[in-house]
């Protein structure tokens, strides 16, 4: 028994650890790039689409860590650790589906800072924040296994 096939469209949320926050809504989309899969009319998602879920792939996007409240910027980075078909393929490629195991890893451009009266702000220490990605498909009859 198989589990459902992620696609194009489907909701990707990402989820950090608090204090962590993002200053934007942390839901995105996958993107699929399959050259001959289509789940329900949208392309199906394969090994590397977890680089390109949107607008996470390409936006730099506001985030603070309180006590750093003054929002700095960064950039995300994303890597599929496991969860994927095992033996169906498509491109020679693993599909992407429900349940896969994907680190989301933020990394601040700009850092965060902490206001000190009379004095320059304190800045963000960290200089990466680790998550992971659920998605949520509206995908619910195609699977694979």
Not at 20 to 32: E, Q, S
Not at 80 to 92: F, H
């Amino acid at each position: 028994m198989g589990e459902l096939i992620i696609r194009t469209g489907d909701m990707a949320l990402l989820k950090f650890d608090p204090p962590f926050m993002l200053l934007a809504p942390p839901m995105g989309n996958a993107k699929g790039t399959s050259k001959n899969l289509k789940v329900m009319g949208m392309v199906a998602c394969v090994e590397g689409d977890e680089k390109e879920i949107i607008p996470f792939s390409t936006a730099q996007l506001p985030y603070m860590n309180p006590p750093f409240v003054i929002p700095g910027m960064g950039k995300f980075e994303f890597k599929l650790e496991g969860k994927v078909t095992e033996k169906t393929k498509n491109s020679d490629k693993k599909l992407i589906i429900k349940g896969a195991d994907i680190t989301v890893t933020f990394k601040p451009a700009v850092k965060a800072m902490q206001p000190k009266p009379g004095a320059p702000p304190d800045q963000d220490t960290k200089s990466e924040y680790k998550g992971k990605v659920v998605f949520i498909t509206t995908n619910l009859s195609t699977k694979a296994g």
